[in-house]
């Protein structure tokens, strides 16, 4: 057994075909029973059977052949386990014969409480708690369910019976094909399904409501199922999952290749959602929307994770990765096509736009040292849950537009088309991809990309004026600011002065120039001086379709400004502009002084999506400037006042009649930025608000889309001698059955900025009341109660560990602990308390935050010695607008 442990994939010396699959869960013992046939292929000599298990008592194995004359059955010699190699093998006397046999198997579990795996949530019935059976197998945890080849590249067909109490409800990836009841069990199969991977095979087994429709061409069934009670909740997104999967038949060329598609909500649940073959699961905040209490952001979300998972069924369930090195060929496609279908679907919601804070996500994560490439190495299990990360999701996803933009939209179109025909049903790598695009764009894409795909990081483009010609270098971007290795071949997209004046071309090497006036026809000296009115400014990487970052000399920096002030660029320019700039200053490679002087060009803006980014750009700098310069903190938050309280006059409190989604969700935002920065109308006006909605849960007074506002504002003023605003929500957390106010209200106590009570928020989170998913949304606490909550974490770490195991919730936990810090020191001492306790889930994790504190820490230092802050804060904070 020895020459199988460590390997980081199982040996190919035989492989399986179909899975016969039995369970019997027991939802009052929290156990499952079951057994498993699987036929096999082997493929060449070998007197062992090697696949996956874990948290499994394995029994009665055999496996045998047949074949016109005679069978065989041939009992183990011997079966071993491995738990960190989590594999099982079976070692048998004499070799096994060549060809086709079965394995069979008795197999016995515990349906835990981790969120992976069989594993339990909770749920009410008429004032009783039950139990639910639910799968969540991705990345490798069918292991723990049933004995499996439990890689992608093992694909094979599924039948699926179970045996569960008579009266609940049980679902599987296909259609029932037989139900027999007998006392109170009852036994229910299900069609064979088609070939897929195990990480796909999905079972929920518990008491639910659901709402039905079909898709318009194919009629596919399409259901969204729920707790009982909540089912008008899930028509929005049944109506978003019929359209969706009507549309993406249309751009794919391929039909879904089911006959249903059920959608599920399940209340503890530690991803946003999960694709499985015809059985998606989701958490509720992802799936179920309430016209009388959800946000205009929560319909969003919904329809986004609706149309993303649906993507899967293309992207990952019918073309499947290899191995999950090309986890991205899933999760970077699926997120850009869901921007895709929201788009067809909502135009009016602009996702597009929306679509640079993926962006903005990928380059934050790739700019540090620790980030890895989208194609990264995997060797065991325990690192997969790490990459399921902004570089798969988000880099991936913008890669991907990228190329989209490159090539053209009707060329990228017809170039996946063929992809997923040629490939359906089998496994894919990158290069499989790459080769579909060239044979139908006639371009050397897989060239142009693989210095995206295999390489770590992103380059910032640097252009300068010299001699009548503009310069264009290009180098790896670190928020550390340290100068790294790398070289792409970036698509520079430029405009001068107008966006009908512009050149796009391939930046293949370090450094290369162009001459303005023979590419565009405008004077490079004119666009300098600001005489030619085809040249007062220059715009790289238009539109924000490229990802890298850019960094303007300063002439070119204040031309852009001056743009922004009339107004003459687009959103994702204006949005562009600014975060590469925020970036740099991050980087110290442009001060905070010039950044904040290009904000306050910002003063009348009134898009969501640009006013979202600087919001959360103020955040950071408040954050900074407290370690920094905390004597200029009052005139700091006076300057993000002034600019936010345009948009907040202009939106006030109250929806109008007609106005768009957009400002539905600015409008609370703003509001929610100008409490935490201390405005005294917003605290008041949120206070009276939120006490009128305690007294009457259906006053027009707090609308979904400003509670959290409210919420905020009301946290602002407690502190331990004055709790009433704490109780109140805590009130509202307890009488609410919708997990999206329950998360609203966690995040909004996570903003008190008394230390004391943050420590009994942060209790709470730990607490039977909060699910263990939704306990996040209370980290993010006030950056003035971030040692309270260090020194929380440490003393709670060994029950911290405990509730979240494994997995990238524990990650989650220790990036929103950690990285708020800004002192060496303070780097040191997280690095020497996780020496001993870190997990292999959140090493890389770990290791992100610690770089995140010392990026902090040199940002401080760097912001100290700015001779002119303090007159530019000054400034800013009292001029005049």
Known sequence: MDQFKGQPRLPKFAVPKRYDIYIKPDLCLCKFSGS????????????????????????????????????????????????????????????????LGTLRMDF?????????????????????KKNMAVTQFEPVDARRCFPCWDEPAFKATFKITLDVPSELVALSNMPIVEEKVNGDLKTVSYQESPIMSTYLVAIVVGLFDYVEDQTTDAGVKVRVYCQVGKANQGKFALDVAVKTLDLYKEYFAVPYSLPKLDMIAIPDFAAGAMENYGLVTYRETALLYDDQHSAAANKQRVATVVAHELAHQWFGNLVTMEWWTHLWLNEGFATWVSYLATDSLFPEWKVWNQFLEESNHGLTLDALAESHPI??????????????????????????????????????????????????????KTEDLWAALEEGSGEPVNKLMSSWTKQQGYPVVTVKVKDEKLVFEQSRFLSSGSSGEGQWIVPITLCCGSYDVRKNFLLQTETESVDIKQSLGCSLSKCCGGNDKYCDWIKLNVDQTG???VKYDEDLAAKLRNAIEKNHLT?????????????????CQQSVTSLLTLM????????????????????????????????????????????????????????????????????????????????????????????????????PLLPPDIRKAAYVAVMQTVNASNRSGYESLLRIYRESDLSQEKTRILSSLASCPDPNIILEVLNFLLSSEVRSQDAIFGLGVNWKARETAWTWLKAKWEEISKIFDSGFLIGRFVSATVSPFASYEKAKE????????????????????????????????????????PNAINELAWRRY
């Open 600 to 699: 306050g060009a910002y003063r009348e803006e009134l898009d969501y999506t640009v006013l979202s980014n600087l919001i959360s750009i103020s955040y950071k700098l408040e954050r900074i400037a407290a370690d920094a310069v905390p004597e200029l903190l009052d005139n700091l938050r006076q300057f993000f006042t002034n600019i936010f309280q345009f948009a907040a006059e202009k939106l006030g409190w109250d929806p109008k009649p007609g106005e768009s989604h957009l400002d539905a969700m600015l409008r609370g935002e703003i509001l929610t930025a100008l409490a935490l920065f201390g405005h005294e109308q917003t605290i008041q006006e949120g206070n009276r608000r939120c006490l009128a909605f305690l007294d009457d849960r259906s006053t």
């Open 36 to 99: 498993v046939a699987i036929d096999i292929d082997i493929l060449s000599d070998t007197r062992f059977l090697v696949l996956n298990a874990a948290d499994l008592l394995v029994h009665d194995a055999s496996v045998s052949f047949a074949n016109q004359k005679s069978s065989k059955v041939i009992q183990p010699s011997s079966t071993q386990a491995c738990e960190v190699s989590q594999i099982l093998v079976f070692e048998f006397a004499e070799t096994l014969p060549f060809g």
């Open 830 to 869: 997280v690095e020497e308390f996780f020496a001993s306790r870190v997990k292999p889930s959140m090493a890389r994790t770990l290791k992100q935050s610690i770089e995140r504190v010392h990026i902090n820490s040199r940002w401080v230092q760097s912001v100290q010695k700015e001779r002119d802050l």
């Open 547 to 549: 990802f890298y970052r």
């Open 375 to 428: 194609e990264v190495e995997i060797n065991h299990a325990s690192e997969v849950d790490e990459i399921f990360d902004a570089i798969s999701y988000r880099k991936g996803a913008s890669i991907i537009r990228m190329l989209q933009s490159y090539l053209g939209p009707e060329c990228f179109q017809r170039s996946l088309a063929s992809y997923i025909k040629r490939h359906r049903c089998s496994n894919t």
């Open 571 to 587: 959103t994702t320019d204006r949005f562009g502009i600014l975060d590469d700039a925020f970036a740099l200053s991050m980087a």
């Open 108 to 128: 016995e579990g515990i349906l835990n409480d981790n969120m992976k795996g069989f594993y339990r949530s909770t749920y009410e019935h008429n004032g009783e």
